[in-house]
């Protein structure tokens, strides 16, 4: 059987790598332009997968290869003072080792988002601004690594978020901005495979204000709130209500033309399961880009929040993330290599007294390239790698500590 899976990466590997080497020097797709403000951008993609640990597991591990096909619609509309982008996408997975029908999945979504301003230019130094924003997510036993450390292969997963912000720049130093969120989180556990996953619905609204010394300096100050609904606490005697509270300053800046950051830093408050067990610590998060050169940029993300346990029953969670990505334009802009790198550490906190408090840490990396073949028509590949382990691996080993390692190739077909 590896034999044989091996055999249709390296097939599917050499029409990938015969199509770069014939590829001509074409402008890349402009889209199917619709009057002077509307672009149609359809594509259309099929790659292969080589994936050593399906499934994510600690033992018994199985390796497998997953065919998808994903087409893609988008929409963008572009007027005087605002604009609208609309996406729409479909993704076939088929697992080929795996004779049941319950493994050959469909995915789909769609992704909305509105900007409004109340000037012409788009460096007003006074006026008005709104931004709204909606997507759904029907995930069906994906098992993609980026989702939930790639633990989707038991459980459907379905995703709703709104956002919704409105901001007023009064002059050329001060600014304020109100926004509020709506996000549902559903896990479908189906095939009952392994351990469940829970989700939740959350309310959210904050408020920023800003002061800009100059044009290279912000300095913002931010409160917020949210609320959750949580399924982890259903058939317990525990509430299925929590909330959170937090206060932030920070700093936003343009260093040099090239480098800009945004960095908030302050208190967390979370009270879970009305308020059966809270929790109050320290919390921030970081934004940076960095445009290195004329082919080069890098990206820095880190942040912590505290959450109800998507992995366990009766728990609450606190999670600190950071990600680094660095990029590269090479052949004129035809190709492009990119290299990215996550961490993240979590802190289950057992609320309802079924079992020990765990830390789990997850490490990813990826490495991507991306060639234009010709106008319409590109190759890409990527290989990732991940390890998760935690402190308690004789309680919690079965689903935390593991490694994995997946290859991918394919073609995109652009309009």
């Not at 769609?110 to 006026?127: M, P, Q, V, Y």
């Not at 926004?179 to 829970?198: I, K, P, R, T, V």
């Not at 660095?326 to 289950?348: E, M, N, Q």
Request: charged fraction near 20%; aromatic fraction near 14%; glycine fraction near 10%.
């Amino acid at each position: 059987m590896k034999k044989r899976i091996l055999e249709e990466v390296i097939t599917a590997a050499a029409v990938s790598a015969a199509a770069v080497v014939g590829a001509e020097v074409l402008d890349r797709p402009s889209g199917i332009k619709i009057g002077e403000r509307m672009t149609l951008r359809p594509s259309v993609s099929l790659s292969a997968s080589y994936d050593t640990n399906v499934g994510s597991r600690h033992s018994n591990q199985d390796e497998d290869i997953i065919w998808t096909v994903n087409p893609n619609l988008g929409l963008d509309y572009r007027a005087e003072r605002w604009s609208l982008d609309l996406n729409v996408h479909y993704n076939y997975h088929n697992y080929s080792k795996s004779s049941d029908n319950d493994y050959n999945h469909h995915s789909y979504g769609e992704t909305l988002r509105w900007n409004w301003r109340n000037s012409d230019e788009e460096g007003f130094a006074n006026g008005w601004a709104a931004m709204l924003s909606e997507s759904f997510e029907q995930i069906t036993m994906s098992d993609d690594m980026s989702l939930n450390d790639g633990r989707g292969y038991t459980a459907d997963r379905r995703q709703f978020n709104l956002n919704g912000a409105i901001q007023r720049r009064f002059n050329e130093n001060f600014h304020s901005d109100l926004n509020a969120n709506y996000y549902l989180l559903d896990y479908q556990n189906d095939l009952n495979y392994g351990s469940a996953m829970y989700g939740w619905q959350r309310w959210q609204a904050g408020l920023m204000s800003g002061y800009a010394p100059s044009k290279w300096t912000d300095i913002l100050a931010s409160l917020q709130y949210q609320g959750y609904l949580q399924d982890n606490c259903e058939g317990s005697t525990l509430s299925g209500d929590s909330q959170g509270y937090s206060a932030m300053l920070g700093l936003g800046t343009y260093m040099t033309e090239r480098i800009s950051y945004r960095l908030m830093a302050g208190w967390s408050r979370f009270e879970y399961a009305g308020n059966s067990s809270s929790s109050d610590g320290f919390t921030y998060s970081l934004s940076g880009k960095w445009k290195i050169g004329e082919t080069w940029d890098m990206m820095l993300l880190a942040s912590s929040y505290y959450q109800p346990s998507e992995r366990e029953y009766s728990a609450k969670s606190r999670v600190d993330a950071l990600s680094w990505g660095l990029a590269k334009s090479l052949i004129r802009g035809k190709l492009r290599g990119t290299l990215d790198l996550t961490y993240r550490h979590t802190t289950h906190e057992m609320v309802g007294g079924a079992g020990r408090d765990y830390e789990l840490d997850v490490v990813t990396g990826r490495l991507g390239f991306n060639y234009t073949l010709n106008r319409f028509l590109s190759a890409f590949a990527y290989a990732e790698y991940q390890r998760s382990w935690n402190d308690e691996s004789d309680r919690s080993g079965g689903y935390c500590d593991y490694d994995r390692l997946r290859g991918t190739c394919g073609l995109r077909l652009s309009y």
